[in-house]
C-alpha cells in the first residue's frame, strides 16, 4: 500500500502570475490558403496568357470535323483544336469554332486559308491519303497580309499551291472550259512547270476564268508576248509531208493541260507582272500564229445561195488564208434576193515578201494597189472544200474574162466584186436541162414510140413466117444437096489415096517424064559439044 501524500502548507504553494495580453498582425494558419491562392492565381494567369486566340471557320459541311479532336495543321504541324461546331440560324452554314496555339496567333491574317482535308482524287494528284487512318483535319495557309482576322471562309477543296511556294499566278481567259482540270499541269517545252489552281464561269456567262500557279525560276519565261494553249490529247495534222502526230505528254493525254510559249523569241520582252492576264488558245497553231495588224472588212455579194458556209469559214488567195467569214445576212435590193458574207480580210497576207515591185515603190496606196488587182481580173468567188461534208469557203483568184468591176468603196464595208461559183454553173445548167425535159412533148412521143413498136411487131412476125416458110421449103433441097457433096467429097478421097489406081497412073506418068527429061538433057548436052550436027546430023562415030 502506498504512503499518502503528504500535504503542503498553503504558503509553501507556488504563486501564479497574470502575464498580460500579447496581439499579432500575422498567423501562421494563413500561410497555406494565401500560398494556395498564388499559386492558382499563377496558373491561371498562366493558362489565360498561354491560350491561343479563338476565330471562326465557315463550312458548307461538317463532315469529318469532331469538337475537341479534329486538329488544325499548317505543314504537318499541329497549331490549334476545333473547340465547338454549329449550325447559322439559317441553317445555310456550318461555324466551326477554333483555337490556334499561342505561337500561331499572328497566323490569322486576311488571306490565311483553311480547308478540310479528306481523301480524295483529282485531275494529277491524290490528297489526303493519310486521313483514312488519322481522321480529316483543317489544313491551313498562313498568308501574307498585315491585317488580322477572326472571320473565315473555308475552302471546298484543297488548293493546289500553298502561299509560301515560290512563283507567280496568272489568269488565263477561254470562252469555254477544255479538257483540263485542277492540278492539270502546265507545260514550257514540254516540262511540267506548273499547275492549273482554279477555273470558273465568268460572271457574265461569256467565258471561262482559269488560274494558274508556275514555279520559279519557270515563271521568269512568261513575259508579255507569252501565248497560252490547251495541251490535252494529240494533235493530229495531214499534210503533204504525211501525218503529223504531237502531243505535250502521256499525262495531258489522259488529264489534259496547258503549255505556253513566247512569240518572237530572239527579241528580249518585258517579264509578266503577277496576275497578269491572258488569252488561252485552243491548240499551239492558233497560239503562235501572226496576229494582223491591219484589218479590213468586206462584203461578198452573191446571187446563189450560200448553204455551207459558215462563220469562220476561210477567205482562201490560192492556198494562202487572207480572212474569215464573220457574218452571213439576206440583201434585198432592187426586188431581188441576194446572199452577203461579211469577213474580216488581211490584206498584208498578200503582201510579197521581197518579189517584185512592192506598192510603196509604185506610189500607190492599199486602195489603188486593190483597186489594180480588182482591174486584173481579181474575183472572189464559192468553192467547195469538202466534197463529203459539204463546206463552202470563199476563194480570191484572177479570171482574165471576168466582167469590168471595181471595189464599191462608198459602202459599208466595202463590197467586192464576185463571180459565180463553178458548182452554181452546173446547178443552172440542169435546171435548163430539167426545164427543156419539161417541155417536150413526152406524152405524143411515147403514142408515136407506141405505134411504131407495134407497127416493129409486126414487121417481126412477117419476117418469122418467111424464116419458118424458107425453113419448109429450101431446107429439105439444101439437106439433099449436102449429102450429094458429101458424096462427091468421098469419091475425091477414094481417088486420091495412095493404093488408087489413079495414083499409080500418075506416078508412071511421073516416071515417063522424068526418063524424058534425063533424054533432053543429054540431046541438049550433045547439041552444046556439037552444034553443026543440027546441020549435017548426027556423024558415024569411028571404030
Known amino acids: 500500500m502506498a504512503d499518502p501524500t503528504p500535504e503542503l502548507e498553503p504558503s509553501a504553494l507556488p504563486h501564479a502570475q497574470v502575464a498580460g495580453r500579447q496581439r499579432s498582425f500575422f498567423s501562421l494558419v494563413w500561410i497555406v490558403p494565401l500560398v494556395a491562392a498564388l499559386i492558382g492565381g499563377w496558373l491561371a494567369w498562366k493558362t489565360i496568357n498561354e491560350k491561343g486566340p479563338e476565330f471562326v471557320i465557315r463550312f458548307k459541311t461538317a463532315e469529318g470535323l469532331e469538337a475537341g479532336k479534329t486538329k488544325i495543321k499548317y505543314k504537318a504541324v499541329d497549331v490549334g483544336t476545333v473547340e465547338s461546331i454549329e449550325l447559322t440560324p439559317d441553317r445555310s452554314t456550318v461555324l466551326v469554332h477554333a483555337r490556334l496555339e499561342k505561337f500561331a496567333e499572328d497566323y490569322l491574317v486576311k488571306d490565311s486559308r483553311f480547308w478540310v482535308v479528306r481523301a480524295r482524287i483529282t485531275g494529277a494528284t491524290v490528297q489526303g491519303l493519310g486521313t483514312l487512318l488519322s481522321g480529316a483535319y483543317i489544313g491551313m ?210 503582201a510579197g515578201r521581197n518579189i517584185g515591185t512592192t506598192r510603196q515603190e509604185l506610189g500607190l496606196n492599199r486602195q489603188q494597189s486593190m483597186d489594180l488587182l480588182v482591174k486584173g481580173g481579181m474575183r472572189a468567188q464559192v468553192r467547195t472544200g469538202n466534197l463529203l461534208t459539204g463546206q463552202l469557203y470563199i476563194a480570191i483568184d484572177i479570171f482574165k474574162d471576168a466582167k469590168p468591176a471595181q471595189i464599191a468603196w462608198n459602202e459599208k464595208p466595202p463590197r467586192f466584186p464576185t463571180v459565180e461559183g463553178a458548182f452554181s454553173g452546173i446547178e443552172e445548167n440542169i435546171s435548163q ?56 467429097l468421098a469419091d475425091v478421097n477414094s481417088l486420091l489415096a495412095q493404093d488408087s489406081p489413079l495414083q499409080e497412073d500418075l506416078r508412071n506418068a511421073l516416071r515417063d517424064v522424068s526418063r524424058a527429061a534425063a533424054s533432053a538433057r543429054v540431046l541438049l548436052d550433045y547439041v552444046e559439044q556439037h552444034p553443026e550436027s543440027l546441020i549435017r546430023g548426027k556423024s558415024e562415030e569411028k571404030p
Open 433 to 488: 436541162i430539167t426545164k427543156k425535159i419539161a417541155a417536150m412533148p413526152l406524152d405524143d412521143i411515147g403514142k408515136d414510140t407506141k405505134k411504131a413498136l407495134e407497127t416493129l411487131d409486126t414487121t417481126l412476125k412477117t419476117i418469122d413466117a418467111a424464116v419458118k416458110q424458107i425453113n419448109a421449103k429450101v431446107t429439105p433441097e439444101l439437106s439433099d444437096a449436102l449429102v450429094d457433096l458429101r458424096r462427091s
Open 141 to 350: 495557309d498562313v498568308g501574307k497580309s498585315k491585317e488580322t482576322l477572326r472571320d473565315f471562309t473555308g475552302l471546298e477543296d484543297q488548293p493546289i499551291v500553298t502561299g509560301d511556294l515560290p512563283g507567280r499566278h496568272f489568269v488565263l481567259k477561254s470562252p469555254t472550259l477544255g479538257s483540263y482540270n485542277l492540278g492539270s499541269p502546265v507545260y514550257f517545252r514540254k516540262f511540267a512547270v506548273g499547275e492549273v489552281e482554279s477555273y470558273a464561269l465568268d460572271k457574265d456567262g461569256r467565258g471561262v476564268t482559269v488560274d494558274v500557279f508556275i514555279r520559279a525560276p519557270h515563271d521568269q519565261y512568261v513575259t508579255n508576248a507569252t501565248r497560252f494553249w490547251e495541251a490535252s490529247g494529240i494533235d493530229v495534222k495531214l499534210s503533204a509531208s504525211g501525218v503529223d502526230l504531237e502531243t505535250e505528254s502521256l499525262a495531258s493525254i489522259v488529264i489534259g493541260g496547258i503549255a505556253f510559249q513566247s512569240l518572237d523569241e530572239g527579241v528580249a520582252a518585258e517579264p509578266a507582272d503577277d496576275n497578269a492576264a491572258f488569252r488561252l488558245y485552243k491548240n499551239r497553231a492558233t497560239a503562235l500564229a501572226h496576229r494582223d495588224v491591219v484589218i479590213v472588212p468586206m462584203a461578198f455579194r452573191f446571187n446563189q445561195s450560200l448553204r455551207g458556209l459558215s462563220v469562220g469559214a476561210p477567205v482562201d488567195f490560192r492556198g494562202v488564208v487572207v480572212g474569215e467569214v464573220t457574218d452571213i445576212r439576206p440583201q434585198y435590193e432592187n426586188q431581188h434576193v441576194y446572199m452577203v458574207a461579211l469577213a474580216n480580210t488581211y490584206p498584208e497576207r498578200m
